[in-house]
């Protein structure tokens, strides 16, 4: 039990090894051993660094980080990969090269790389855990963790293969050091693997060369990119279940594959946390430490492991910097959907333009004494000043003029085209209204509109207008001739009076109305009311009640019955009193009822003289 329990705890110490050395050797870049490290050991975006050095200083070279050794401890790793528990210690074989002479120092090892870097047995007093560049020479501002003090046991070995393209460096060099590389690790005795670098910028005859090597000699192979964050916890997973077949059944993912679930993650992650940013940041004068109440919610800290705190920021600002430019826009556009109102008050007509150019109606508006009703001076670039957050004054800024003149000047066309469009419709509404008055004979009273429009379809106002404008002035229409034509009935009635001579003391019959309607129907206005016979019978209905019983309430003209007429004006204008002095007298000539009586056969002077007498009593 103690056995087993020994050996779930157990550390694989492995040693990361690839092409070394100066430019010359290696090319004018390394093959990314330190970033694949970086990534495994510490994979947080933060404690990412895309930039190692290995031409450094002596100081640098016999500080505790360094520690006069050719390689680079990174440090213990615990990972949890599909079920099972791994434990690693990492080292870095490197060559470290003097920044004076350019070339590698002097270590406690004095062999070449090549042979150097498959040392089984590693060993450094004191040695600190290597973190980033800026720490070589600054170890005290730095976290300090000490390398295991002895000898450790190397347990395998992952060999760096860059796939990229690099000056100075070819295929078949890296395949030369590989192969020479590979001779000596078979001697360790010890399991090793191949890792490709750099699989987001790898070269198709680089891959090819490395990938027919792994085959020829039987070396299993992983895609990786540290950059990217792919397939790097496989290279180092495969290694270790070579040399405990314990630790699982090894699973060699392709680059295409890992990236393509890399990217599902990054979608992912920027996904929630961009719906954070939409959520919750909603005003652009928010600063970025607005986001520390975020700190522990899953979406952002799953955003900072992966794209780190940098790129969150950038985001955020981004957003912010969205959220801006949105409001300003929103801001132009209100303004620009407000000087058609400005237009409509300052220059409501065509004949208030003239023939003037915008640059000339532009400085009309601007001298105009309602000019500061719609526009404020302000003081710098009226996007970045306060105004544009007012709610209460909604002025448009007057250097719109300036920095939207032409958008300004499209409204300007706008608002004369809506002059012009209006006078035309107003031409077109008139046009079409005199044509329904010279059209006497089609258009009746009481007609219906879908009656009359086939004599019209051709008419260019007819054409120009919308079905409701033309209803509109047709009805319009209607109510006036209508109105007209029952006046013009009515006064034939009465010019017709012999015609109800024998009925005004008589019971009517209906043969009696057939009578009277025979009498009237070769008058013209008699036959206008044709659409409405309706309206014209109960006309005449009323005005045979008006000849047997003649009063105001049975008179056809209704409230415009001359005797309803004159009641209501002398009760406006005749001076009521009880005062008799009043009575007697009026010398206040305004105050005065001047009446005219007019009658036949001494109608006139009786009427004239019962008044008389009422006056004296």
């Keep these: 039990m103690a056995g087993k329990q020994k050996d779930k705890e157990r550390v694989f110490n492995i040693s990361v090894v690839g092409l070394s050395g100066t430019d010359k050797e290696k090319g004018s870049c390394g093959v990314g051993k330190s970033c694949l490290c970086n990534r495994f050991v510490r994979p947080e975006a933060d404690d990412y660094y895309k930039e190692h050095i290995c031409v450094i200083s002596q100081s640098d070279f016999s500080g505790r980080v360094v520690n006069n050794d050719h390689f680079v401890y990174w440090g ?19 060559d470290f090269i003097d920044d004076s002479s350019f070339q590698p120092f002097r270590g406690n090892n004095t062999r070449t790389y090549l042979n150097r870097c498959v040392s089984t047995k590693i060993g450094s007093q004191d040695k600190l855990m290597y973190l980033c560049k800026d720490q070589l020479g600054d170890e005290d501002n730095f976290k300090k963790v000490t390398f295991t003090n002895g000898k450790i046991s190397i347990d395998g070995f992952l060999i760096v293969y ?41 070269d198709d005859y680089n891959m090819h060369e490395i990938e027919k090597f792994a085959q020829k000699h039987k070396i299993l192979l992983i895609e990786t990119s540290a950059n990217e964050a792919v397939n790097v916890n496989l290279a180092f997973v495969t290694l270790v279940q070579l040399i405990d077949k314990s630790k699982g059944t090894r699973k060699v993912v392709p680059y295409s594959e890992a990236n393509k679930h890399r990217k599902i993650t990054i979608d992912r992650v920027t996904d929630s946390y961009s719906a954070i940013l939409k959520e919750h940041i909603t005003n652009y004068h928010l600063k970025w430490n607005s986001m520390k109440r975020f700190e522990h919610e899953p979406a952002y800290e799953d955003y900072i492991f992966h794209l780190g705190t940098r790129q969150a920021k950038k985001r955020f600002d981004s957003h912010v910097k969205k959220l801006k430019t949105n409001h300003q826009q929103h801001m132009l556009e209100q303004y620009l959907h407000l000087l058609p109102s400005v237009f409509d008050d300052i220059f409501p007509d065509l004949n208030i333009i003239g023939q003037r150019s915008w640059s000339e109606c532009r400085e009309s508006l601007e001298k105009h004494e309602r000019f500061e009703k719609w526009f404020i001076h302000l003081d710098g670039e009226w996007q970045e000043h306060p105004h544009i957050n007012q709610t209460l004054d909604n002025r448009i800024p007057a250097s719109i ?82 109105q007209k034509a029952k006046n013009d009935f009515k006064e034939l009635l009465f010019e017709c009076a012999e015609v109800f001579t024998n009925f005004d003391k008589l019971k009517l019959s209906h043969e009696h109305l057939l009578a009277i309607q025979d009498s009237l129907q070769s008058y013209p206005r008699y036959g206008a009311l044709e659409f409405l016979w309706n309206d014209r019978h109960a006309l005449l209905i009323k005005h045979l009640a008006f000849i047997q019983h003649p009063t105001p309430e049975t008179c056809i003209s209704g409230m415009h019955c001359m005797d309803l007429l004159i009641k209501a004006h002398i009760n406006k204008h005749l001076l009521r009193t009880t005062a008799p002095s009043l009575l007697q007298t009026c010398e206040d000539e305004f105050k005065k009822l001047n009446i005219l009586i007019l009658g036949q056969d001494g109608l006139a002077e009786e009427l004239s003289a019962v008044i008389e007498v009422r006056q004296r009593n």
Excluded: W
């Excluded at 213990?76 to 490197?94: A, H, N």
């Design 401 to 482: 003029f300036t920095t939207h003149d032409s958008d300004c000047e499209s409204q300007f066309k706008n608002h004369i085209n809506k002059l012009c469009a209006a006078k035309r419709k107003e031409r077109m509404q008139s046009d079409f209204r005199k044509l329904l008055q010279a059209s006497s004979h089609e258009v009746m009273p009481g007609k219906r509109y879908e009656d009359i429009t086939k004599h019209f379809k051709e008419e260019e106002s007819f054409q120009e207008l919308t079905v409701d404008e033309r209803k509109e002035i047709y009805n319009s229409h209607q109510e006036e001739i209508t």
């Design 162 to 202: 860059d796939a990229s393209l690099v000056r100075q460096r070819n295929a078949e060099k890296q395949i030369e050091f590989m192969a020479s590389l590979h001779s000596l690790l078979k001697k360790t005795g010890k399991s090793y693997v191949i890792a490709v670098t750099k699989c987001d910028e790898a």
């Design 76 to 94: 213990e790793k615990k990972l949890v990969y599909e079920g099972q528990t791994y434990s690693f210690r990492i080292i870095e074989q490197t």
